[in-house]
Each structure stands twice: as C-alpha cells, then as structure tokens.
C-alpha cells in the first residue's frame, strides 16, 4: 500500500495507562540506550547522509528519508506547499504510476507513504527484510524521480481542500490550528501543514516543480534504515541510489520572525457537542537547556491518567471529558499545551479551574509526582523506539535537526536530573504569559 500522509504533528489527545508502559520500557532495561545492533553513519561527497542500524530480532526494515522541507520554509501564500508536492509525488514516478507501485511494495510485504510537516518531510517505507534493496530502490524513485504530473496537481487539490475542510469542521483540530495561529502570530509554525482554501488554489505544476527542485538536494537529506540488514550492504546500494546527485551549495536559510507571548485570549464559535479549551505558551527549541524540564512539567500536568489535569479537573471535579499537556519541542521554539474538552455549561468553571492549577505549578514545587513523571516520560520514550519504523524516523530526525548520535542518552540523563525546583522555574519562565483558545458552540 502506498499512500500520502500529510498531517501536522500535533498530536490528538490520548489517555494513556502510565503503569503498564513504564514497567513494560524499564523492565526492558533501557532499550532505546542498547540499541539491538550497530549503527553505522556516512556522509556521500554529495552530502547526502546514510544511517544503518542493523536489528537481527525481527525479519523486516523500515526506511525513512527525511527531507528540510516543511511549513518552516513557507509563508501564507505557500501554506502546505510542502505537504502538497509529497501528495503529488507518491502518484507515479517516470517509470511506473502509482497504482504500479503500490503493487510492487505490497508484493514486498509493506507499505509506503509521504507527507509534508513542519521542520521537515518524509518518505517512509517498510517490507520485509530480504526485500530491503527493493524497498530502498522504491524509496529512491520516489524521491529522485517522481513524475509530478499536471493532472495529478489537479487531482491532489481537490482531495486536500476537502480534507481542510473536515479538519475546519472538526472542532477539536479546528481548536488547536487556531491556537497554533494565535501563539505564532508571524512564525510559520502559525501555518498549518495541509495549507489553507487560499493557497491551495494558487498551487499549480510549475509551482509543485519548482519547490521539489529547491529543496530536494542531497545536503538537506538523511536516509535511515533500521531492520535485519547488512550496513555495509545498505551502505554500499545508498552511494549507488543516491551518489550521483549534484552537489548543490548551501541554501540561504529564510528570516523568521521570532514569536512572543501575547497573553492573549481569543474565541471561536463552531457547532459543537463540547466546549475546546486550550492555554499555550511558546517553549524552547530541543536543543535548549530547558527542554527535558519543560517535557517533565507538561508530564507532571498532562501525563496520562495520573496526571495533574486529568486527576483533578477529570475525575475529582468532573470538569472534563478530556485533559491532557503535552510539549513538542522543534527546530524553532516549541509549544507546551495544555487541553481540556469539557461540556459547555461547564466550560468557565472548566478554563478558571484550568487557570488555578497554572498557578498552582508555579507557586508550589512538586512532590512525589516528579519521580512519577520521570519514570512515564522516559517509559514511553522507550516503547516508542522499540520498532524499525520508529527507529528509522528517530534516527534520520535527530540527524536532521543536529541533535547529535548521542542525543537519547543525553536526553535521558537530562530527565533524570530534573529537580523539582527546575519544574518550578520552567513552568514560572513558560507559563507567566500563556495564549488562551476557547472553541465553543454558538450562543443562543
């Protein structure tokens, strides 16, 4: 099966059961800090980067090309331009249509799919083992020679407008594109992935060309293979596929205004069975000294069913149907939100009691629940690195973004070592001017 993908990365809101994962990860022994074989990493002359981590413990591989190529590079007239060309290039390549490779990957046994997002793009597949060089030949083609064809920027345009338009009707995605547009006011994080009605309508073929040619260079790519490979086999296809592409020079990297706290507070009116309360606050890049601390505050809140808002709004207060926090840090500053769903008659009591835990995080320092949100951050950390897939993506990410081969060690230590004045200082730092979205049904 081959198909597109294009969604922002922001996550739904889940609850999750935080015991079973984290003895489930730590009993694993830190799988993510041993990974199953070695990994080997090289740099093509062209710039292009190779990862292989060799995984003997399951027949099967997954790929994933990450790109530097998202709504970061975009304004609003070219919102989901990115997203747009991956959703043309998975229709065909010069050699076969997209109906011929979709049979082709499922004769592999696996799947492929492409997308846009925001620090970056991605082309990913799986198969089973014995079929890597054939999945990398696919991801390859894809990638090198998609056809990008008139007719499928036509076809395209019109599937995702309707998808825009059923995220719009959603009232829960619509809630968090609006508070993404607010917080960012003129970064392009505001943008959403998918575009808007607007800019799509502008899109056509010589733009869909010109934007893969900018930005499919080898020096803005990373290939990651994770599955029961030989890497130096991987290795040796990955110089053939893709050695001989130009090398380019550096790309001027845009200006990007730097978004700021506004403390504003905006509401939107959509028919809706519940009442969309959301508090975000611009929080720092992965490569910044508060990142693990802002990821254990948005634990210690939004963690699961143990978490602050879902314990004390959920179920002692019966205030919402829904509450969770969560952090994602990107290349540019992140955002910590904090979510409730609540039923509308409940809705003020549900934003003033959503108000005083806010307060509460930055006037007191946290007890025993920091040891708690430690062990469930880093457990889930962990069942999350446990698949080839996941692997592969991590692996090309942090490649990707500098982190450094180093950065889940690191990051774990930087957890570890979080105290509860840290969480304090962070939540008093991040939270002090936070945006607020209200998504609510019409008035009567």
């Given at each position: 099966m081959i198909r597109?993908?294009?969604?922002r990365?922001?996550?739904?809101?889940?609850?999750?059961?935080?015991?079973v994962?984290i003895?489930?990860?730590?009993?694993?022994?830190?799988a993510?800090?041993?990974?199953?074989g070695?990994?080997?990493?090289?740099?093509?002359?062209?710039?292009?980067?190779?990862?292989?981590?060799?995984n003997p413990?399951?027949?099967?591989?997954?790929?994933?090309?990450l790109?530097?190529?998202?709504?970061?590079?975009?304004r609003?007239?070219?919102?989901?331009?990115s997203?747009?060309?991956?959703?043309?290039?998975?229709?065909?390549?010069?050699?076969?249509?997209?109906?011929?490779?979709?049979?082709?990957?499922a004769?592999?046994?696996?799947?492929?799919?492409?997308s846009?997002?925001?620090?970056?793009?991605?082309?990913?597949?799986?198969?089973l083992?014995r079929?890597?060089?054939?999945?990398?030949?696919?991801?390859?083609e894809?990638?090198?020679?998609?056809?990008?064809?008139?007719?499928?920027?036509?076809?395209?345009?019109?599937?995702?407008?309707?998808?825009?338009?059923?995220?719009r009707?959603?009232?829960?995605?619509?809630?968090?594109?609006?508070l993404?547009?607010?917080?960012?006011?003129?970064?392009p994080?505001?943008?959403?992935?998918?575009?808007?009605?607007?800019?799509?309508?502008?899109?056509?073929?010589?733009?869909?060309?010109?934007?893969?040619?900018?930005?499919?260079?080898?020096d803005?790519?990373?290939?990651?293979?994770?599955?029961?490979?030989?890497?130096?086999e991987?290795?040796?296809?990955?110089?053939?596929?893709?050695?001989?592409?130009?090398?380019h020079?550096?790309?001027?990297?845009?200006?990007?205004?730097?978004?700021a706290?506004?403390?504003?507070?905006?509401?939107?009116e959509?028919p809706?069975?519940?009442?969309?309360?959301l508090?975000?606050?611009?929080?720092?890049?992965?490569?910044?000294a508060?990142?693990?601390?802002?990821?254990?505050?948005?634990?210690?809140?939004?963690?699961?069913?143990?978490?602050?808002?879902?314990?004390?709004l959920?179920?002692?207060?019966?205030?919402a149907?829904?509450?969770?926090?969560?952090?994602?840090?990107?290349?540019?500053?992140?955002a910590?939100?904090l979510?409730?769903?609540?039923?509308?008659?409940n809705?003020a009591r549900a934003?003033?009691?959503?108000?005083?835990?806010?307060?509460?995080?930055?006037?007191?320092?946290?007890?025993?629940?920091?040891?708690?949100?430690?062990?469930?951050?880093?457990g889930?950390?962990?069942?999350?690195?446990?698949?080839?897939?996941?692997?592969?993506w991590?692996?090309?990410?942090y490649?990707?973004?500098?982190?450094?081969a180093d950065?889940?060690?690191?990051?774990r230590?930087?957890?570890?070592n979080?105290?509860?004045?840290?969480?304090?200082?962070v939540?008093?730092?991040?939270?002090?001017r936070?945006?607020?979205l209200?998504l609510?049904?019409p008035?009567?």
């Amino acid at each position: 099966m081959i198909r597109h993908r294009g969604t922002r990365a922001r996550p739904a809101v889940a609850m999750l059961l935080v015991a079973v994962l984290i003895v489930a990860a730590l009993a694993a022994g830190g799988a993510d800090a041993r990974e199953a074989g070695r990994v080997e990493r090289e740099r093509l002359p062209n710039g292009f980067r190779v990862i292989v981590r060799e995984n003997p413990l399951a027949p099967v591989v997954a790929v994933s090309l990450l790109v530097a190529m998202g709504t970061r590079w975009e304004r609003p007239e070219t919102a989901g331009l990115s997203n747009f060309v991956h959703a043309v290039m998975v229709k065909g390549t010069r050699k076969r249509s997209g109906a011929a490779i979709a049979e082709t990957i499922a004769a592999l046994g696996g799947k492929m799919s492409a997308s846009g997002d925001t620090d970056y793009s991605e082309i990913r597949g799986t198969a089973l083992a014995r079929f890597w060089r054939d999945l990398l030949g696919l991801t390859a083609e894809l990638a090198l020679e998609p056809k990008l064809a008139p007719d499928d920027v036509e076809d395209e345009r019109r599937f995702i407008l309707s998808r825009v338009q059923r995220r719009r009707d959603n009232a829960a995605s619509r809630a968090f594109d609006e508070l993404y547009a607010a917080l960012y006011g003129a970064h392009p994080y505001a943008l959403p992935t998918l575009g808007t009605p607007e800019s799509l309508r502008r899109f056509d073929h010589a733009a869909v060309v010109a934007h893969y040619r900018a930005f499919y260079r080898p020096d803005r790519m990373v290939l990651a293979v994770s599955g029961q490979v030989s890497a130096p086999e991987v290795l040796s296809e990955a110089r053939r596929l893709f050695g001989g592409m130009p090398r380019h020079a550096a790309m001027t990297e845009p200006a990007i205004p730097a978004p700021a706290a506004s403390g504003r507070r905006v509401e939107v009116e959509q028919p809706a069975q519940q009442t969309q309360i959301l508090v975000g606050a611009i929080a720092p890049a992965m490569d910044h000294a508060d990142h693990a601390p802002v990821k254990v505050l948005a634990t210690i809140l939004g963690g699961g069913m143990a978490g602050r808002l879902f314990v004390e709004l959920r179920d002692k207060r019966g205030l919402a149907y829904t509450a969770s926090a969560y952090y994602d840090p990107m290349r540019e500053p992140g955002a910590l939100i904090l979510y409730l769903g609540t039923a509308p008659q409940n809705a003020a009591r549900a934003e003033q009691a959503l108000a005083a835990e806010i307060a509460r995080i930055t006037a007191e320092r946290v007890g025993d629940e920091l040891a708690r949100a430690k062990g469930y951050l880093l457990g889930r950390y962990a069942m999350d690195r446990r698949t080839n897939e996941r692997q592969a993506w991590y692996l090309a990410y942090y490649a990707l973004a500098g982190a450094g081969a180093d950065f889940p060690e690191r990051y774990r230590r930087a957890v570890e070592n979080v105290t509860a004045a840290d969480v304090q200082r962070v939540a008093q730092r991040y939270l002090v001017r936070p945006t607020t979205l209200v998504l609510r049904p019409p008035r009567r």
